[in-house]
């Protein structure tokens, strides 16, 4: 477990550490120190509620898991009201308090997870019924996502609806009673980009990129040009050419290709490796847990940040249709920084209750044989 532990966090410091690296070198050009000095302070924030986290029993949160869920489900209400949410590029989704702003979907990540490893550690020898493993986690599941939907975040909804029904099938739900929803909420979704031309147009540029390389498709297009130019040393950092107004979002949700033009294809592949040793301790962490509150909030917490890793890799690649969403530890973006750290200290505490089981089982089994 110690192996696990270390692993995992020289993984999220080695990631950290690029990610404010290419931060100052994507930025420099326009906003100098600015995002930089912003995302210090939010990294410090996450520090701490790393440590934190970390440091308190896991299982404390078994007793507040409603109260959380609640707190998020406030917020998300909040956000979507006008004067209160801050709304930017069509969407509302934020609280803004001079030059932060804080996403309350994020937290509403973490409600969700607590919530469900709540309900599978409270109701684990029911969750093969339908109604108790289905119907029953769907209505507070359901509730958080159509708020996250309506602001509208379609990229976080469709995350976390994967990340709970994962989730509920770790607790015990069988596959046929999940496939019911889930093709339910594929229909849905696809109702709903008939009536968003937008997204429609989204989905036609990642299909025919090259005829609309010069409109809806150009971000895909730039990343790729900028992947292209890196080749596998890349030009050198702080070289890119794409981050110089080529590239849009190159700060946030694109900040890959910037890693990939400047440091080349073998340090994209090495942050596909560090991404790969969080995900592969973080599940070993998880399946050693002392119980199974622990077990499922810790494979939440794994299949979140797989999750939201495979999404924005296969979009800046052009291997998924455009979403918002950051790359973990890396793009620029506070809050999501901030839960994310806050979400490794909570792996360390279950890692921490699950060595201090192992110890004593290993005590108890040198002991028997004196005894006897």
């Known amino acids: 477990m110690k192996v696990a532990t270390t692993t995992l966090l020289l993984c999220v410091a080695g990631l950290l550490a690029l990610g404010m690296v290419m931060l100052y070198s994507s930025s420099m050009a326009d906003k100098g120190t600015h995002l930089l000095l912003l995302q210090i302070i939010w990294a410090a924030t996450g520090l701490v509620g790393l440590l934190c ?12 898991a409603w109260v959380i869920y609640g707190a998020a489900f406030i917020l998300l209400v909040l956000v979507l009201i006008p004067h209160i949410g801050t709304r930017i590029n069509g969407a509302r ?67 976390m609806a994967a990340v709970t029904g994962m989730m509920l099938l770790v607790a015990g739900v069988q596959w046929k009673f999940i496939a019911i929803p889930t093709i339910s909420g594929m229909g849905l979704l696809a109702l709903s980009l008939c009536f968003d ?7 036609f540029a990642w299909l025919y990129l090259d005829e609309h390389k010069l409109d809806i498709g150009y971000q895909a297009y730039q990343a790729r040009l900028a992947f292209g130019a890196g080749g596998w040393w890349g030009l050198g950092l702080g070289n890119s050419r794409e981050k110089l107004g080529f590239l849009p979002e190159h700060n946030t949700d ?37 119980d199974t509150f622990g077990m499922l909030l810790g494979s939440g917490i794994t299949f979140l940040i797989a999750l939201q890793t495979f999404i924005n890799i296969g979009v800046v690649t052009s291997v998924l249709p455009n979403k918002g969403l950051a790359l973990p530890f890396i ?37 028997a044989p004196q005894m006897s």
């Open 197 to 203: 031309p937008m997204r429609i147009r989204r989905i």
């Open 93 to 159: 989704r934020w609280f803004s308090f001079g030059h932060i702003s804080f996403q309350p979907s994020e937290l509403g990540k973490i409600a969700l997870i607590v919530m469900v490893a709540w309900y599978g550690d409270r109701y684990q020898r029911q969750m093969t019924c339908w109604k108790r493993g289905v119907v029953y986690p769907s209505i507070f599941i359901g509730l958080m996502l159509c708020l996250i939907f309506k602001e509208p975040d379609r990229g976080t909804t469709i995350l």
């Open 331 to 367: 793009s620029y973006g506070g809050s999501n920084l901030l839960m994310m750290l806050t979400c490794v200290g909570l792996l360390v505490s279950i890692a921490r209750r699950a060595r201090v089981t192992e110890t004593a089982s290993a005590l108890s089994l040198d002991a």
């Open 254 to 290: 694109f900040i890959l290709p910037i890693v990939g033009e400047e440091l080349g294809l073998v340090a994209t592949l090495l942050v596909v490796t560090a991404f790969l040793l969080v995900v592969i301790c973080g599940a070993y962490i998880s399946f050693r847990a002392s």
């Open 53 to 64: 986290a970390g440091s308190m029993d896991y299982r404390l949160l078994r007793k507040f």
